[in-house]
């Protein structure tokens, strides 16, 4: 029994820390979620291609709902303003894209405003990937 706790305790230090979720489809778009009660963010990725051209997106959820409309997310170091359209945030515009990942990979500490309502949201760590934005 001893052995057994000992194993499980070092598996567990043993594990990475990993603040966003990471779930990839049969298609190869990996999904990165962070969430709090209120809110979920999650970045979608497409490293593969699985879309042509491959296209990226965040989508957002405020209280199970997707998010519609203009939004301003915040980190720490960066600022993001633009408009949701049924829940997404499409890497149609690289420019775009590239500001909306930079907040995300800029900070742990994320603050959502939408409808004059303010959502803050701790992911513990910034995105750990750049999902198609070169930042």
């Given at each position: 029994?001893?052995?057994?706790?000992?194993?499980?305790?070092?598996?567990?230090?043993?594990?990475?820390?990993?603040?966003?979720?990471?779930?990839?489809?049969?298609?190869?778009?990996?999904?990165?979620?962070?969430?709090?009660?209120?809110?979920?963010?999650?970045?979608?990725?497409?490293?593969?291609?699985?879309?042509?051209?491959?296209?990226?997106?965040?989508?957002?959820?405020?209280?199970?709902?997707?998010?519609?409309?203009?939004?301003?997310?915040?980190?720490?170091?960066?600022?993001?303003?633009?408009?949701?359209?049924?829940?997404?945030?499409?890497?149609?515009?690289?420019?775009?894209?590239?500001?909306?990942?930079?907040?995300?990979?800029?900070?742990?500490?994320?603050e959502l405003t939408s409808a004059d309502q303010t959502y803050q949201?701790?992911?513990?760590?910034?995105?750990?990937?750049?999902?198609?934005?070169?930042?």
């Amino acid at each position: 029994m001893k052995a057994l706790i000992a194993a499980c305790s070092i598996a567990l230090c043993a594990a990475p820390a990993f603040a966003w979720d990471e779930a990839t489809d049969f298609r190869g778009l990996h999904f990165y979620t962070a969430s709090s009660d209120s809110i979920a963010l999650t970045a979608v990725c497409d490293p593969g291609g699985a879309f042509i051209p491959p296209t990226n997106h965040l989508q957002i959820e405020i209280h199970g709902q997707p998010l519609e409309g203009p939004y301003t997310l915040k980190s720490g170091a960066d600022t993001f303003t633009g408009t949701m359209i049924a829940g997404a945030a499409i890497s149609r515009e690289d420019a775009e894209w590239k500001d909306i990942v930079a907040v995300l990979r800029s900070g742990s500490e994320l603050e959502l405003t939408s409808a004059d309502q303010t959502y803050q949201l701790d992911t513990e760590a910034p995105l750990p990937v750049t999902c198609g934005a070169e930042v």
